[in-house]
């Protein structure tokens, strides 16, 4: 039976990687692993939320999702990150939890752990793969170990073939277009299981 802690840590405003999340969760969970799905924090003004019936939904749907601290990514063995692109990047509300952490990484806390990233846009060649690779950069800075899917699963040629992580494209009513739930278990599974080898090798 593993004993690897995996966090799931997420950023949402139309709901698709909430979802990731929750089929992240349940990949994870196959492996053994204890898991915490997390969101980090909205930093958006309530009134532009508020003009948006999507993002609205979204913040009401996941109002009790805890949000992401310091002590998840110390308690974790592992950590896979959700979330939409953003001109071929992060969005804000990743980058600032990831910024301050300067202080746990500074005590070597972020090391070693067994990192994994998804991914969402609204066309297929919108940024996601550039999106997953600007949170690798920040774990190649915290001494993470990247755990990517690969091609170690036929699935994921059947999810769109992403091997940095699995990407999804949602259209203008948010919903998604490649059917992703099989690649993201499997991604989910093998960075637990990835983080139960190097567990295993550390102790």
Known sequence: MSNVKLAVIFYSMGGTNYQLAKWAEEGAQTAGAEVRVLKVEELAPESVIEGNEGWKATVEATKDVP???SEDIEWADAIIFSVPTR????PSQ???????????WAKGKTMNKVVSAMTSAQNPHGGQEATILSLYTSMMHWGA???????????????????????????????????????????????????????????
């Not at 001109?87 to 992060?90: D, E, I, K, L, S």
């Not at 990743?94 to 746990?104: A, P, R």
């Not at 203008?172 to 059917?179: L, S, T, V």
């Not at 278990?185 to 637990?192: G, N, S, Y």
């Open 94 to 104: 990743m980058k600032q939890f990831l910024d301050i952490q300067g202080g746990i």
């Open 87 to 90: 001109f071929g990047n992060m």
């Open 145 to 203: 170990i990247i755990a990517t899917p690969g091609y170690t699963d036929p699935i994921i040629y059947g999810a769109g073939g992403n091997p940095y992580g699995t990407s999804v494209t949602v259209d203008q009513e948010g919903k998604m277009i490649e059917d992703v739930q099989g690649a993201v278990k499997h991604q989910a599974k093998r960075t637990a299981t990835v983080a139960e080898w190097v567990k295993r090798g550390i102790q």
């Open 67 to 69: 949000v992401a601290t």
